[in-house]
């Protein structure tokens, strides 16, 4: 099993940024892939990045040239820096995980979830 804890979000203006750290803990040597999924409010939650073991980050379109996506597998952790952020970039923000890189970089996910948290930019 892993464990999957997020940090970092909170209330933002618009052009502001936040940065979103997750911890892995537990069976971290079957992970792969790390990344970030959001829910907007009513809607479905989609894939934000991931990142492999390499240099093999994915971005939707909508957070290019905007969001970062760290990962440090010596610390287990994933961070995504989110830069000029929007009024669309409101949402529950989840860490996942799992053991194929594909699946999380690629839009399903991975095996583990966080709990999520919350990021609304308003002014």
């Known amino acids: 099993q892993v464990r999957l804890v997020e940090s970092g979000g909170g209330l933002v203006q618009p052009g502001g940024s936040l940065t979103l750290s997750c911890v892995a803990s537990?069976?971290?040597?079957?992970?792969?892939?790390m990344g970030w999924y959001r829910r907007p409010p009513g809607e479905k939650r989609t894939l934000v990045a991931g990142?492999?073991?390499?240099?093999?980050?994915m971005y939707a379109d909508a957070v290019k040239g905007r969001f970062t996506i760290f990962r440090d597998n010596a610390k287990n952790t994933v961070t995504l820096q989110m830069n000029n952020l929007r009024r669309d970039d409101t949402a529950v923000y989840y860490c996942?995980?799992?053991?194929?890189?594909?699946?999380?970089?690629?839009?399903?996910?991975?095996?583990?979830w966080g709990q999520g948290i919350q990021v609304t930019v308003s002014s």
């Open positions: 996942t995980a799992g053991q194929s890189s594909a699946s999380v970089r690629g839009g399903l996910g991975g095996r583990y």
């Open positions: 537990g069976n971290t040597v079957s992970i792969n892939g």
């Open positions: 990142i492999g073991n390499g240099d093999d980050a």
